[in-house]
């Protein structure tokens, strides 16, 4: 695969000059070289300059040679960089989305990243599809799914159901389990239906933050034609875009993650799960749930009140959960990735869930049961691994 060459002579001065400004300038400076950060970098192994390079590329003002090389899209967002580095330095946020923010203004972009890109920005979702249709996952189900707008004016949660969850064949079962749930618990809800547009974040962390910032103005106006009390998203990425990143734009609602909404309310919701989901279950640990947002308890409570569930942990799990490969890019760079790489990230992780004893895989993000459905099929031991939505085996569980 090839990428377009860098044509623009001045950027990468003028990134340079970018990263030399405080606060982040400044956060760059106190860099001990240590490696962690390549060390704990899952693709680390196959970057030309892992992110601690990279910044002793920029000291030593040789930084054009970090733009030359492609493996900035090796990045996946993940933030364990950021989590183990000792001084603190925003490396996910700052140094690898400015770096891909460069590449993508020089027109240096893998083709099927700029396919997802083009998609969003004429479509408002990255799958490319009808914004009118957005909403047709709710046709013919039992649950009821009111839409603001049509059937209600204000309500008490609004939620964000997100593109993945609206469009993709394997999501919409996850966000027809979630509609059941906030049926069954009485919760008065409403979706935006075709008012709704992609939260951007993974465009963001993608390099694209003009993108970004245009969906979320979309979705700012949306929000605001409605009352109601909070925000609830089934998309770590759209809860970290609307919790942390929004408000940078003036944009500022309350908004929680599935998880924390019912893990609050599980006393409610424990009389409901009659049936045994008997079997031992691993939580994979998603990025933006978890190291972008410090959210691990919850969904683990949800788990451990199905009755039969055995919950068992992976080798990596909480703040050290190896990411899926989705974030930042990585769902839209797959092809590009296996290239450099000739491995899935997604295949580790199925293969530690297998050592863990698990033979259900939860997740708590959209991406995810795609990612690992493939994982499952492609990794020989892992036959018989179900994965599966918190959402759905707590569907389960309630069921008659
Ligand atoms: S972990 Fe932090 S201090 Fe260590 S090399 Fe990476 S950026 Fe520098
Ligand atoms: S965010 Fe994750 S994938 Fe990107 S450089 Fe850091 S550790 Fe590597």
């Known amino acids: 695969m090839t990428i377009p060459t860098i044509t623009n002579p001045s950027f990468n001065e003028t990134f340079y000059a970018s990263l030399q400004t405080p606060p982040t300038g400044e956060r760059v400076r106190t860099c001990l070289q240590c490696g962690m950060c390549s060390g704990v970098c899952p693709f680390g192994y196959v ?15 040789i930084f054009d040679r970090v ?29 690898m989305a400015r770096a891909k923010e460069e590449l993508i203004l020089s027109g240096a972009v893998p083709a099927e990243l700029q396919l997802a890109l083009e998609n969003s920005q004429r479509y408002g979702n990255v799958l490319g599809q009808s914004p009118r249709k957005r909403a047709d996952w709710t046709k013919g189900i039992q649950a009821t799914v009111p839409v603001f707008g049509k059937e209600k004016k204000s309500a008490e949660v609004l939620w964000y159901v997100g593109d993945y969850a609206s469009y993709h064949p394997r999501v919409q079962t996850t966000s027809r389990a979630f509609a059941q749930v906030l049926n069954a618990l009485g919760v008065d809800f409403a979706i935006l239906g075709s008012d709704e547009s992609g939260d951007g974040d993974s465009q963001r962390l993608a390099g694209e933050r003009g993108l970004f910032e245009v969906l979320a103005a979309k979705n700012a106006q949306a929000f605001r034609k409605y009352k ?75 788990l451990q009140a199905i009755p039969g569930a055995e919950l068992v942990e992976m080798s990596h ?44 895989l939860a997740v708590a993000c959209p991406y995810e049961p795609p990612r690992f459905e493939d994982a499952v099929k492609t990794v020989r031991e892992a036959s018989g691994m179900e994965v599966r939505d918190v959402i759905e085996l707590l569907v389960e569980s309630m069921e008659q």
């Not at 970057?47 to 003002?61: C, N, Q, V, Y």
């Open 228 to 302: 109601f009390g909070e925000i609830i998203t089934t998309d770590p990425h759209a809860f970290n875009a609307i919790k942390n990143v929004y408000p940078t734009l003036g944009i500022s609602f309350p908004v929680r993650h599935y998880t924390q909404f019912l893990a609050e309310r599980l006393e409610q919701l424990k009389p409901l799960l009659k049936q045994p989901v008997n079997g031992k279950i691993t939580f994979h640990d998603p990025c933006y749930l978890g190291r972008a947002n410090n959210i691990y308890d919850e969904p683990r409570a949800l």
């Open 317 to 360: 799990s909480g703040k050290t959960s190896l990411c899926c490969g989705g974030g930042g890019g990585g769902m839209w760079l797959e092809g590009f990735q296996w290239e450099k790489a000739h491995t899935r990230t997604s295949e580790w992780r199925v293969r530690e869930a297998i050592a863990s004893g698990a033979t259900t």
């Open 47 to 61: 970057m030309d300059f892992p992110p601690g390079r990279m910044i002793a590329a920029l000291r030593s003002e």
């Open 67 to 95: 733009m030359k090389s492609d493996t900035v899209w090796m990045c996946v967002a993940c933030y364990a960089c950021t989590e183990v580095c000792p001084s603190g330095i925003p490396l996910t946020e700052k140094l």
